[in-house]
């Protein structure tokens, strides 16, 4: 159990693009999920916590305009990267806290998506 | 301040038993985890640790100790595909994880 996707894997887009990518929980309800970045050797560095139903609460220094999310559903979260430059290229990946009882604790990641901005 | 004190890199042979330490400081407390990370992948779960004591599982064990803000993972019988970065993270009283580094470990043939 606790099974977390994420799509796409890999992304390659043009600068000033935008990119969607989507976090779902296959087997269980998450009221909160999470977006991390990863740049390589680096420690993972939350993004913003989304709770479903509201806005998301974002990290100190990270643009909301430009770092779009969205939690409509308890299995379903997007982060959307607007207007995409080299400098967002890095690994995105989401976690989810299940929101059932005995297991409310535990973030269960998603596998990640690899984003290139050429 | 909150922080999460691990090794950087850790070398251990196949086979042997290797224990990787974490020590945190965090404004409250509700449990401390272990994840592992492959290269290039994200991590995994491996432990959640609220109360003091071992909780083994497997080739894995966690150990926890509240009053001295510590913890280790511990790995038996060492295979290759343990090579990894292992996670620690605290969760502080807004059930916020606090991420430590991570410890690299290179097991050797």
């Known amino acids: 159990g606790a099974v977390v996707s994420q799509h796409p894997s890999w992304v390659i887009c043009k600068s000033g693009t935008s990119v969607k990518i989507e976090c779902r929980s296959l087997d269980f309800q998450a009221t909160t999920m999470f977006w991390y970045r990863q740049f390589p050797k680096q420690s993972l560095m939350l993004m913003a916590t989304s709770n479903e139903g509201s806005k998301a609460t974002y990290e100190q220094g990270v643009e909301k305009d430009k770092f779009l999310i969205n939690h409509a559903s308890l299995t379903l979260s997007t982060l959307t990267v607007t207007s995409a430059h080299p400098e967002d290229s890095s690994f995105y990946i989401c976690s989810a806290r299940s929101s059932e009882r005995g297991d409310v604790e535990t973030q269960y990641f998603g596998p990640g998506t690899r984003l290139l901005v050429l | 301040g909150q922080n999460i004190d691990q090794p950087t890199e850790m070398t251990a042979t196949e086979g042997a038993i290797v224990q990787i330490n974490c020590t945190y400081q965090?404004?409250?407390?509700?449990?401390l985890f272990w994840y592992q990370q492959h290269a290039g992948e994200a991590p995994t779960f491996l432990s959640y640790?609220?109360l003091d004591g071992l909780e083994e599982k497997g080739r894995f064990s966690s150990f926890l100790s509240r009053s001295k803000g510590y913890s280790y993972l511990l790995l038996k019988e060492l295979q290759m595909k343990d090579s990894a970065s292992y996670l620690c993270a605290a969760l502080d009283s807004n059930y916020q994880l606090i991420w430590g580094a991570g410890t690299k470990l290179i097991i050797k043939p």
């Open positions: 965090t404004s409250g407390f509700n449990g």
């Open positions: 640790n609220v």
